[in-house]
């Protein structure tokens, strides 16, 4: 898991597509990785990562999703008003792009929140990260309109992109 992160920070548009820093990452102890391989792992019921393997073992790509409970405040102070899945930490290696496996691990994903009893999943993406707005597009998702200044840059947008189904 950690391997994963670490080459996903080194992603030509890392600086676009995550908040920390490949240096950030990798200097964070043992414990932390630890912690957040069981905080998303089987056993969690507010977190899951789910992950895609090569047939040679090795990791293809991952997505996380958050469960947000309603009445609370997200991340960015902003109120949650229905319980609901939020997609983070999207990577898929450079070898494995553009064959659909993006969209699998989104189904497993909105799955697992569904099954959480999430009533939508949700995400944030650059505005200028064009190639994951292409697959968020493709795997369902929509622009809900909510603009937020992105965390690293207030003069440059985030776009909430939402997955709705019918209650
Ligand atoms: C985001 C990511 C997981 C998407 O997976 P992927 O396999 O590359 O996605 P796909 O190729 O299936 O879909 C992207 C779509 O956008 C299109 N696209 C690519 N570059 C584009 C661009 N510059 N402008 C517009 N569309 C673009 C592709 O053509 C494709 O659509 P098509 O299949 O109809 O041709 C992967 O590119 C990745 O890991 N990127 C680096 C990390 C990242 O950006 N994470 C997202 C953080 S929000």
Known sequence: ???LRLDALRDPVAHLAFLETYEEAAARADAFWQDRAVGSGEGSTTARQLIAEAPDGTWAGSVTVLIEEAGTKDWAGYP???RQGHVVGVFVRPAHRGNG???VLFDAGVAWARERGA???RLL???DNERAQGAYRKAGFVPSGVVVPFFK?????ELEFVLDWPS
């Open 1 to 3: 898991m950690k391997q």
């Open 80 to 82: 949650v008003e229905r």
């Open 101 to 103: 496996l993006i969209k």
């Open 119 to 121: 009533q939508r999943v």
């Open 125 to 127: 993406v650059h505005e």
């Open 153 to 157: 840059e207030a003069a440059q947008n």
